[in-house]
């Protein structure tokens, strides 16, 4: 081996990415490699407008957003501002009207629907405010589904359910059905799903705003330790100004701009 | 992703009983009409496929085992000459009357047949033997006809107008559902019942008036007690069919073209063909395999509607759920996946009870009412086949619902 395919293969090392990451598609744009490869997410430009016949109302009016990797970035804003909107987009779910977005170094706005579905699969954990755990299914089975779809076989998936439920500190609810719990512990059962596979992003939509001060403490105390324990870069839409304790960044939303 | 699509399905159990209800509706009310057209059929040929006959030697103008023209019993012994036959016997098949207890009239078929024959009367006996027969006046019916006749056991007496009959047995399983009552009898009896049968009142003129007498009236009939025995048949008395036993490994085609050479104004029939022929009869010339058809079809609409109605609202009350998974990466096939084996589970479920449903209803129907639901591997390997289309094509609808789904309705609370 020569030395310098060493220093090639301690670069790669160096800049967190895979080697398939790299070689997938051509990058954001040139020049921007190595800003993006630090950078979760970036937004250039984002225009949002929802057309209902011929009107056509402007949400998002060129939102530019850069997040470092393994911070916790906030949204935040007056209701209707759009903050659900652009996290949908920021996610791949929402295509915008116009703008990019690269996450982890890959134009997602580039990317057909299937291509776009996979790349979630396999990078994006979410967290809802209204939880959206399967009612018949149970704490571990939730969990488990989340990991069966990401490619993880029968058994290994049942063990490492158990491991995130542990993890988010469930473990004594394993078997329970989601009406058996409580708003918090279905928080933390819908987070434990989130990290199945361990994905690098995690988005989250007003993650606290259906749960009790009490709960909701819990529930931003996890996602301040995931967030710094694994390095995940995580977006967090709130109105819940107690999440800006543990957050890095704080952006604010309104008529359609970002405000730091 | 096994388990999202079963405890979907149970998770609202009365819902799931419904669907199931549905689902049981329908894949019975299929088997059911099915099974009647075959166990129709097949009841309209149990003579021949009971008889041990190889072949059936008929008019040639015959149409179905009931409707031919007669021929004289000489045909009977040309058939015993010819090449390659074993064992000949004749058979009569007439329309008659039966009179019951209370003089109400029942039309009847009489079969007559040589009681120490073989050929003919190879069919399981519930009471009696067929030899019983070579008494004077007696007849054997199928035991499932005693409520038509009007009678309650073997040994009791009625009329074949205008003589007076004993029933001496009871056979299992030969009644056609086609035909009307049949009843069985020796060569001599059976001809004696249907000769005696005028179209003729016999009338005298007094003073003016006409005094009538019908032989057909219980009031008017006097019977002659004890009644003269059936006189033996001659060569140009009229009988129905010649069966035929051949020798053992003869060709039955040519034996076939032997006879009908022989045989002036006659066409021979392999058991099987003579079925055949019966059986298709009643299937295309009668509307009953349109109206059951009909009736079976109304069993999948019904159970396409259930099904999918059942299936549409469980898709979305886990809409929510479903747009989860999109949102969370999953393929759409993975919740077709899901919607599919839902649908599975809902077939599978509704099929095996239903199943037993119509076994016990068949076993029930024959009991007592003589009915055969016949439900043949076929049928039921056929009815498990439209079950699971139909479950699955009512997927295809709540399937439609998931592929339209915006994922990002998961972001509303
Ligand atoms: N699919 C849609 N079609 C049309 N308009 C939409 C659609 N989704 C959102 N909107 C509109 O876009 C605006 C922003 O909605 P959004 O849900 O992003 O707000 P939000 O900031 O998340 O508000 P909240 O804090 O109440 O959750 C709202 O005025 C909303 O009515
Ligand atoms: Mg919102």
Known sequence: ?260 | MASIARKNLFEDIPRFLVAQAGIMFAVSLVTIQVGILDGFTRSTTRLIEQSDADLWIASKEMLQLEITLPMPLQRLIQAREVEGVDHAEAVISRNSLWLDANGKIVPIRIWGFNPTGRLFSNWSMSKGTPTALKEAYTFITDRSNLNALNIKQVGETGKIVPLKAKLVGLSEYTQSMASSTSIYASLESANAFTSGLGSSLNCTINSGDVDCKNPLSTADIQLSEPQPQPRRLNLVDPISYVLVQAKPDQDLQVLKQRLEAKLPNTRAYTKEEMASITRSYWRERTGIGFILGLGAAVGVIVGIVVVSQILYSSVSDHLKEFGTLKAMGASDWVIYGVITEQALWMAILGYIPSMALCWGLGAWTVAAKGIVILITPTTAIAVFGLTVFMCVGSALIAIQKVTHVDPAIVFKA
């Open chain 1, 1 to 260: 081996m020569t030395a310098s395919q060493i220093n090639i293969n301690k670069l790669i090392q160096h800049t967190e990415y895979t080697a398939s990451t790299v070689q997938e598609r051509p990058l954001y744009a040139s020049g921007t490699w190595e800003r993006s490869g630090k950078r979760a997410v970036v937004a250039k430009g984002v225009k949002m407008e929802f057309r209902s016949g011929a009107d056509s109302t402007p949400i998002l009016q060129g939102i530019d957003l850069e997040i470092p990797r393994g911070e916790i970035q906030l949204l935040m804003g007056p209701s209707g501002s759009g903050k659900t909107t652009l996290l949908s987009i920021l996610a791949g779910i929402l295509t915008p009207t116009s703008g990019t977005v690269c996450l982890l170094g890959e134009e997602i706005t580039r990317m057909s629907k299937d291509e776009l579905s996979r790349f979630r699969l396999k990078n994006i954990g979410f967290i809802f405010q209204g939880f959206n755990l399967f009612p018949a299914l149970t704490a571990a089975e939730n969990v488990e589904v989340a990991l069966r779809m990401k490619g993880i076989r029968k058994n290994e998936a049942r063990k490492q359910a158990k491991d995130l439920l542990m993890e988010v500190g469930l473990d004594n609810r394993i078997n329970h059905l989601p009406r058996d719990l409580s708003g918090g512990q279905k928080q933390r059962v819908a987070i434990a799903r989130a990290l199945a596979d361990n994905p690098k992003l995690i988005m989250a939509d007003e993650p606290t705003a259906s749960l009790d001060s009490h709960s909701g403490h819990a529930v931003i105390e996890l996602l301040r330790k995931l967030a710094k324990d694994n390095g995940r870069t995580v977006l967090i839409v709130t109105h819940d100004s107690r999440l800006m304790d543990v957050a890095d960044r704080v952006a604010y939303l309104e008529d359609g701009q970002l405000k730091n």
